[in-house]
Structure formats: C-alpha cells, structure tokens
C-alpha cells in the first residue's frame, strides 16, 4: 500500500514587520510538516506559536507584511500535483545577518497576484478550511443554506441551485444538524455556535475536498459542545478518509483525533511524530515543552500523581525577541549542566531520534 | 518593492519608536502644511489688526488694473480697480477669524456639554439629547443661515452662531462615544470606586485626557467649515460688503472680469480660500491619523 | 424576503417614521422660534399670510391685533402648514407652498444628480483605497480629493462656465435654465450638477468613510472564510460594506448638498430653492424662507428615513431589535 503525501511543507518562514519597534515579528521560523492521505495530523501550541500562521500560509491568506518569505509547500491530490510556493524565490530576496534574518525585500503586490493565480484553483475545491468563533466566521446577511449551496456551486459539478440545496440538505443531515430544512434558511445569528461549526463543517467537506484544515474548530464552544464536534469531525474522519490538519490549543482534543502530533512553539517545531508516542504520558523521549503541555492537563492521573496542576513557568516566546539558542530555554525545566551551553547558544535543528519521531532538542543528541 | 529592515540589538518593550518615526511620513506632511498655514493665518490676522499692510487695501490705482503678482509694488498683483491683491487678502481674514473662534468655542463648549451629560448620564439625558442633535443635523447650514440672516440681521457674530450650533453635534457624539468607550473599559467605573469626585473625573479624566485631541482636531475642522461659510455669505452678499475686503466677496465682484478671460481677481481670492481650508483639513485629518488611529503596531 | 419577514420590518420602520414626525415638528419649532424672536415680528406676517383674502377684508385683521399667548401662534401656525398652507409670499403675492414645491423639484434634481457625481467620483477612489492601502495611485487620488474638496464651489462654476462658453463656444454668455433653441441644451443642464458633485466639499470624507468601513469589513471573520472557499469577496462584502456605508454617508451629506445648491444655483441660475432662499433672505420674505427651511428639513429627514429602510431590508438581524 503506497501512503501518498497530500501536504509536505518544507521550512516554511513567514514573517510579519511592526512599525513601531522596526522589527520582524516571526511567526513562523522554519516550519517543517507532512501529512499522508487519510490521516490526521494534530498541531498543538499555544497562542503566538505560529500554528494558525502556517495553515493561513498553506492557504495564501497571508495579507499583511512581508508575509511568506521562504519555503516549500508541496501539496498533492488526485487531481493535482504542486509546490504552492513556486518561485517565491523571483519575488522576495532575503539578507541574514550572523544566520538570522534581518532585511527583507518583497514584490508583495506581484506575489499576491501569483498566489491568487495559484490558489483560486484549490482553495475550498481541493484545500477547504474551517475557522474558530463559527458565528462570526459566517456572513449573516445570508441564510446559512444558500452560503453552502455558493460552495456547492462553485466547486463542484452541480450548477442548480435546487440540486444544490438537495447536496446541502444531505450533509446539513450528515453533520446532524436537526431540522436541514427549517436550518437551511436560517440566519447564523438564528442558529447557536455549535450548530454554526456543524454548518461550516458542511460546506467544507460538501465539495469534496482533498484536504481539511480545520483551526482551533472547538474554541469558543462551550464545553459540551466541543466534546460534539470532535466527535463529529472523528465520524466523518473515518467515514470519508478525510485528510485533515487540526490546529488546537487543546491538547485533549488533539489526542482524540489525531494520527501524528506536531508540537509548535515559538514559530518552530519542537517535537513531531506519532500521537502515540508524543501524547503518552512519561518521559520518554519527548521534548521538555510537549512533557510539560501534557502534564498540565487536567487529568485524573495528573492530578492524582502530583496533587496540583503544574504550570509552565515564565511566558509564551515574544517572536519578535527571538533567542539565539534554544527557544525553550528560559523555560525548560530538564536542562542539565552537560548541555546548558548549547542550550543557551546554539538553536537544536530538529532531529529523528526514533522511527518517525522528530525532536528538537540537545538533551537527546549526543 | 517592500523592504523591510530589523535594526540589530535587543528589541524591548518599551522600544518604541517616537512617534515622529512611527507616524505616516504622509500624515506628518499634512500636519506641517496645516500648521504653516494656521501660522501664516494667525501672524496675516495679527497684521490686519495693527494695519500693518504693504498697501492700503482700499487705494485706488486706475493706471495700474490687474496687474500680474509680482508687479513693482504689489507682490500679488492688483483687483480691478488697481488695489493691492495681497492687502485685501491679509484684510479678508478680518471677516472670519474671530467669528470663526466663536463657532469654535460654541461647537465645542456645548457639545462637550452636551456630550458629557449624554455619556455620562445616559438615559432619558441621552434620549433628549440625541433627539436635539439629530434636530440640529435636519437643517442645511446655509438655509437655516439665511433664515437668520432674514430674521435678525447679517452680522456675521449671529451667522457663526449659528456655525457654532450646527457644529456641535459631531462634537457630542463623539465625546459620547469616548465616554461609552472608557465606560466598556471599566475606567470610569474604576474612578468611582476609588472615590475621585466626579468633577475630576469629567474634567480631568474624560475631557482632558482622553478626548483633548479629539477636541483640537474639531476644532481645526470647525474653522475650516467656519471660512467656507463666511466666504459662502459673502460671496451671496450677505456678510462684508465692498468696499471692505472680504475672499468671498472678492470673488464675486470679480466675476464678470473672470467671464471676460481676466481671471486673476476672482482667482486670487479663491486659491486663498482652497489653500487655506485644505491647510485646516489636512491638519485635522492628519492629527486624526496621528494620535487618534494608529494604535497599534 | 420571506413573508414572515415582513412584519417586523414593517414595526421598526413605523418607528422610524414616528420619529421623523417627531422631529419635524421639532423643526418647525426652532423655526417658529427664530421668526418670533426676531425684532421685525414677522410672525404676524406670517400669520396674516396665511389667512385668505375674505378673512381679510372681514376685519380678522383686529383680532389678529390682539396680543395672543404664543402657543396659540405657534399651533394655529403650524395648524396652517399642516393643512398646506404656508402663508403668502410678501413679494410675490403668491401662496408660498405650491411655488416652493415647484422650485423645490428643480432642487431636487440638482441634489440626486450631484449626489450620483459624487459617488461616481468617490466610491472607485474609496475601494481602491480599501483593497491595495496607501499605494502609487491611491495616494495621488486622496489628495486630489482634499483639493477638490477644499476648493470655493463658485469659483468651480466660473471655470466650468468660461470652459464652456468661451473655449467650446456652446452657449451664449446670458443663459437660462429653459434658454429654448440650444442645441446643447441637456448638456448646459448637466453642469450645475455636475459643478455641485464635485464642489460640495464632501467628497474626501465620503472617500474616507467609504474606504473606512470597506476596510473594516474587510478584516471581518466571514470575509477570511469566504477566500478560503474561493467566493467572491466583493461580492460577500458588499452589503456591509458598500451599500449600507454608502446611504448612510449619503443621508447624512444631503444637508451640506442642499447648502452647496444654494450657491450654485446662483451661480447657474438654476430656479431652484436654494436660489429662491437667497432672494427671500435678501427680501425679508418671511413666509418663503420659513417654507424653504422646512421643506430642506423634511428632504434631510427622507433621506435618513431612507437609509433606515435600506438598513432594516439588508439586515436580518435588524428586525430583531
């Protein structure tokens, strides 16, 4: 059985500038990930570790400055083969200054249009993407139904719109929606926000897509409801083999259905590999941040094993401060003598220390 | 082409450009040409005060009628009836200036007035007040000028009476909406539980903090709307009549010159006036961007 | 719209109606207030006016004479407009409604056509703006818009005339509004409007409001879902913000048009109301400005009342409220 890799990004950088500090905020710092088809992959962080930046990325949604600078983005589908960042080299030339990037030179306006030409072709046909806050992420000056009937239209072979209120009709049913015919002609502020994420999730996969991205699908949700969606998004994953790319702060989410994990934090990739290995419990071989995310989970063993929660001492990385060794630092709690130096100094690159499982970090080289 | 460039070294959070740096080079232009002309108005005013003029802007000089600017004597040439350009343009401000003041004061006194009570107060206040500044926005400016003009009389301190009024509900709104804004934010509430007397609060806390750029650009734009309507009247005939100079009357009287392919009296008075309301606009609309938009980074 | 839509549509706009009814006659009020503060009375040439010849000669005139509480004034007065009529004109003799109405239209034309010039010239300027920020072209245009909206509408209107009657010898130098036998006749009728779209004075604040609201949209939720589908965002963005920004910037110059009509129907010659107030200021005619000051009123008004209605339509959520 030859797995088939539907998005294979490559070192991907994407920066943003702020004005008044005249520096480059670094969302994301050299970001490397694949997923195969019919699998899962979780990307967790948390808020400002670049994990949303990079779906955007894949979606040429970037709008502000000076946005996607280096990188590949292979994506592969039935239909379609292809770099979605070819010849970002012709459009941006890039100055570092002791390995870290420091000026950069971009025809945005030339490759906004190329980006366009590209991406108009895939985005909701091939690649289709799900947003958090499902009220505001719809337009509510239109009924729900005759939103997903715009998608149907638009990407797939079905041009009326009575067949295409039949389509939406079956899958407002298969994301069990109550009523699809009463919902169809509601408006989002009509419908509650669980129902609103259901109806997103419709007219994501109504078109067939080849891939979902779905960015933090559960937050803003209340608890119950989230516990739905996922549950939702697990059915249809199975159901239809959907290739999906979930971003979550949640680490409980992630592990209910993802197939492999990628950890982020502060615009890098610090550990990636199987969601078993990466979301067992215990020490092994994981990066001190992905230990220290899992344990301050609210679990019963947690809790049952130290009594408290633990949280992760200091703050989030500012990306725009970025250190110049590892980014986790002044953080970690597992640093020993042997390694401090490095630690402090030189950034770790992210290496396979098992089978599949990529880390970034010295404890484990040697 | 974008570039963008990092200066190396430890970025803070308190490194901050000055916001000279920070601010649109675009923003600050408007911000220098508005304050140039609002000096050059004020120092043309002082001077038409102390009439300290080249020429005597009423002396006649039939042998030399629209003469070109920089004619020997008159550095922006002459009107009709031979009379210096640039004196009676320096006198011309005379009609506006300090009536413009008074719709300024008015404008902001009474909108803030207003504004305070309706934001602070809410409620029924602002029900009423809402209801009386929509009023105040039913009337076109000029009509209801001219129906105080055919009322009273057209002394130009009624008729920037009247400016002042109809400024005042941009003013109330959105110092109401400042208010509104600081209210959601909790700061007023948080004053008045340290016990800061509530005359603080308004003066201090709201007006003086908060909303004093909101003010002076109100300001800017009230004299800008104060010029356009004094010129309005008397080009109509209504404010200063010949032979005093007024740039509004100015242009009228050289109307039948203009249509004669003699442009310069009626053109001299009407650049003065397009320059100096774009001065005043663009210094408001730049002060707006500077200290009132860009918040963020 | 869906019939069950309808209905509380219908309960807002009766609000809204309600209180532009309110406001009126809060309008005739401040006008009641201004003629019978005025040291000429001529709230009593008003009142006279408004009684028909017969009541004259039958010596209404004494009763009139005696000294009556001004609330009695007031509501006979306004019992007048209510019933259409708005008195006589003392220069002309003629009942001052129907002549303001007739001119009043003349106005009106001038108003919707400069309206339209306006957001011709604007709306492209302002979605420019929104889409591609401070660019090469986009900066050129916006101070355009500053000079242009700075400049003296009369003087915009000599050079429009010289233009056309000198350089293009179209028109002779007396012209009229109803100059019969020019050839060009629809075209000379065109350029007040013309003049008054460009010369009103608004135009880099409607272009800044325009490319404001557009902006915001812009950044809104549902616009990033909507490119992440592949949908048009023009189209997606355009009610929020295009059509609801544009009648509610629309409503809310159409003061300042009627203002700039005033002037430019001077300057044209245009019988228009504005034209009609500035020889009733300059006549005393009481009984015309008060008509005039409240028929603009009552333009103002339908123009709020009209975006009130655009609003209610393209907002689901409107009717909820």
Known sequence: MTTVTVLKIEDLRTYFYSRSKQAFIRSVDGVSLEIEKGKALGVVGESGSGKSITALSVMGLISAGPGVISGKIGFRSDRIQKNLLQDLEDFVKLTARDGKIMDVSKDVVGWDRNTERVMQKLRGKEIAMIFQNPKSSLNSFTSVGKQITEAIRLHTSIKSQPEAKDRALTWLDRVKIDSPRLRFDNYPYGLSGGMCQRAMIAMALACEPSLLIADEPTTGLDATIQSKIVDLLAELKSELGVTTMLISHDISIISRLSDSVAVMYGGTVCDYGPAKEILSTGFESKHPYTSALLASIPSAQNIKEKGYLQAIEGEVLDTINVPAGCRFYSRCNRVTEKIRERCERHEPDLREIRSGHKVRCWLYFD | MKHYSQIPGEISEFSDQPFWKKADAVDLAYVGYGLLIVTLVVVSYLLGSFSLLPRDPQEIDLGLMMARPGTAGHLLGTDFMGRDMLSRLIVGIQAYFLPGLLAIFIALFLGAVLGVVAGYRGGTFDTGITYFTNLVDSFPRLVLILLVVAAFKPDIYY???????????????????????LKQKNFIEADVALGVPTSTIILKHILWHNCRSLL??????????????ETSLSYLGFGVQEPTPSWGNMVQSGANYFMQGKFWPSTAPALAILFTILGFHLLGDGLNNILEGKRNT | MKPSAIRPIALVLSRELIITVLLLLGVSFVVFIILFASPGDPFSVLLEGQLSTAEVRAGVREVMGVPRS???????????????NFGTSIRMGLPVLPEVLRVGFNTLILTIGSLIITLLIAVPIALYSAVRGTDKISWPLTMFSYVISALPVFWLGYIVIYFFTHKLGLFPLAFGFSSAGQPYRWLYQLLPIFVLGVGNGTISEVIRFLRQEMGRVMAEDYIRTARAKGASVWKHSFKEGLLIPVTEIVASKIPFILGGAVIVEQVFNWPGMGRMAWQAAQDRDYPVIMGIAILAAVLVRMGSLFQSVVYVIVNPRASKE
């Open chain 2, 216 to 229: 002076i650009i109100q300001a800017t734009l009230g004299m800008a709307e104060a010029i356009l309507m």
């Open chain 3, 70 to 84: 001004w609330t009695t004034q007031y509501l006979s007065w306004l019992a007048g407009m209510l019933t259409g």
């Open chain 2, 159 to 181: 008729i920037m009476l009247v400016v002042g009024f109809t400024n005042l509900p941009v003013v109330t709104s959105l110092i109401k909406g400042k208010i509104q804004f």
